[in-house]
């Protein structure tokens, strides 16, 4: 008992303990959940201001060049002398200087830009061809050929992105390019242009300008470009996580495939020219959480173990008094011999109710003992008297047989059958008078009775049995059941000369109907029924087997719906009616 209420307040205080935690656990994880997003938005926005500005930096190079006359003329020099071509190139590549500065000052950042000329220009053929990974230690403004980057790709793209920028990484020399396709409607309106503008920035110092600091200690961003193509990621990033992260929008959940990390995505765009995307591990967020309420862990635990030592403690003190009162209890062999005036011990108000009921109990049971000790004393006494008794039918049975033998060898045949039916009417009276005998035995005793009348008082009684013996044979009846019928009839009708008694049966599914009629002057079966229903009549209570006792013995073997009834039937004569109802009850 002790460990089961232990037990039961443990568990209930457990749930309790461990739905609040829960509580706190989802709804911090939350909070924090947002907090971690809104520290992704406002990275991101500060970026993306850092990454706008630059870009604007880096496009007022092309911008300037669309209305820049002296370069344009320069670019457009057409002369048949090659000095006169050389003094143009070299102002061409003095005047981008000029820009190159603009640009750091601007920008503060260490990078080259490159103009590479449109190949259908005079220009082209007297400039020096190279490409992007080749003097990348000059930190001039370099004008170049466009002989041998004009089958590259990020060429070829930037002249089909004629309006907008086109960002790339140069892997040769781990730069962030910029390229711009450049027009200058003050001399050449052409829709070619006159050029490409690349200003080419080296990663780290890029990086460096930026804030990208990592939210969580896995968490990573990288930078894309319009085409998905990778520019740059803090940690290595998958073919397939990468994609997955530019197909999702702020705020989502990305589950990657590969190690099935699942990440919070948060991507923001500049100008739809380059794209920032962040991913911050949800497990990362876990742990937070869970660092977070470490004290609160240790806090609930140690609560928790104090907490069970007093539920010990006071489920103790609740329970050794029941135990104790449970141990007493249990030493009781006998009540007749147990001092009551133990139970005083106990103080408490709910078990000094037990001990009193319990008392109560141990005097109640002392009295049916001290009951059951007489009744059992006086079951043994009648046995013996059953046991004597039985010697006296015994006695007469033999003293009826020499009795009836004797009339026999005297010529006496009168006497020795008067003396048989006696005989065989009291071995049918005192053998288990309270058991069942089959219809035709109880007819054979009730020709037994009326043989013994008739020896009284000669008169004709005939007893007209109308069904077969085998029918009689299949019906079981308790003993003496029609024999008082009988015996009514006889004795109600003794002034006759000639009686007529008629026993039928009438067997249906759940009843069967046995009928007694005789053709005598009869009685009012009104007061008769009234006698069976116990209520005031005229008629007395009469000794041995009456009608009443027949109708109770029904209702004990058949059922409560079983019983004796009395009418006149269409000639007047009166009939007695048992109704058994299906099979005797055991």
């Not at 990974?133 to 070829?156: F, G, I, M, N, P």
Request: charged share 20%; net charge negative.
């Amino acid at each position: 008992m002790r460990r089961k209420i232990f037990i039961t307040l443990c568990s209930v205080l457990s749930a309790v303990f461990l739905t609040s935690y829960l509580f706190i656990f989802f709804l911090f994880r939350s909070v924090l959940f947002q907090e971690i997003r809104q520290q992704q938005i406002n990275l991101q926005k500060y970026n993306e201001t850092i990454f706008t500005s630059y870009i604007d930096s880096f496009s007022m190079v092309p911008f300037q060049l669309v209305n820049d006359e002296e370069i344009g003329e320069l670019a457009n020099t057409n002369n048949s002398s090659y000095l006169d071509m050389f003094r143009a190139r070299e102002l061409l590549r003095k005047k981008f200087n000029n820009y190159l500065n603009q640009q750091l000052f601007t920008s503060n950042l260490d990078c080259r830009i490159l103009f590479y000329l449109n190949d259908t220009l005079p220009m082209d053929s007297y400039c020096d061809a190279y490409t992007l990974s080749e003097h990348v230690a000059l930190r001039t403004c370099q004008v170049y050929s466009s002989r041998l980057v004009k089958d590259q790709e990020w060429y070829k793209r930037t002249g089909k992105i004629t309006w907008s920028p086109y960002f790339f990484i140069n892997k040769d020399t781990d730069e962030l390019c910029y390229s711009k396709y450049v027009y200058n409607y003050a001399i050449n309106s052409s829709s070619e242009g006159i050029g490409t503008v690349v200003i080419a920035i080296p990663e780290n110092a890029f990086l460096e300008k930026i804030s990208a600091g990592s939210i969580t200690p896995n968490s990573r961003f990288f930078l894309s470009n319009e085409y998905q193509e990778l520019l740059y990621a803090s940690s290595e990033v998958s073919d397939s996580l990468f994609l997955s992260a530019l197909s999702k929008s702020s705020g989502q959940i990305l589950r990657d495939s590969t190690s099935h990390e699942r990440y919070l995505v948060s991507t923001s765009s500049m100008n739809q020219d380059l794209f920032l995307t962040f991913l911050t591990p949800l497990s990362d967020i876990e742990q937070i959480v869970i660092t977070a309420l470490f004290p609160y862990i240790l806090f609930v635990l140690i609560a928790f173990f104090l907490l069970i030592c007093v539920l010990y403690l006071l489920s103790r003190k609740i329970t050794e008094p029941i135990i104790s009162l449970a141990d007493l209890i249990s030493t009781i062999e006998d009540t007749r011999t147990f001092q009551t005036q133990r139970f005083s011990v106990y103080h408490d108000a709910e078990l000094q109710v037990l001990c009193h009921s319990f008392t109560a109990l141990i005097q109640r049971e002392n009295l049916l003992m001290d009951q059951i000790i007489e009744e059992n004393r006086q079951k043994r006494t009648a046995m013996l008297h059953a046991l004597q008794a039985q010697i006296n039918p015994h006695f007469l049975y033999n003293a009826l047989d020499m009795v009836s033998w004797h009339a026999l060898s005297k010529g006496e045949d009168s006497i020795a059958d008067i003396v048989s039916s006696i005989s065989n009417l009291m071995h049918y009276s005192i053998s288990r008078p309270d058991s069942t005998a089959s219809l035709s035995r109880e007819i054979e005793n009730i020709r037994e009775f009326i043989r013994i009348y008739q020896m009284e008082r000669p008169c004709d009684i005939q007893l007209i049995p109308d069904f077969s013996p085998e029918q009689a044979d299949q019906i079981p009846i308790p003993k003496f059941t029609l024999q008082p019928l009988v015996e009514n009839s006889i004795l109600h009708n003794a002034n006759l000369d000639h009686l007529t008694i008629r026993i039928q049966i009438h067997r249906q599914p759940d009843c069967t109907e046995i009928s007694v009629t005789d053709d005598g002057i009869g009685a009012d079966p009104e007061q008769l029924n009234a006698f069976l229903r116990y209520e005031n009549t005229s008629l007395t209570v009469s000794s041995g087997f009456g009608i009443r006792n027949v109708n109770e013995r029904l209702q004990l073997h058949f059922g409560n719906n079983s019983h004796l009834s009395y009418q006149k039937d269409s000639d007047g004569h009166l009939t007695a009616s048992l109704f058994l109802m299906s099979a005797p009850l055991s």
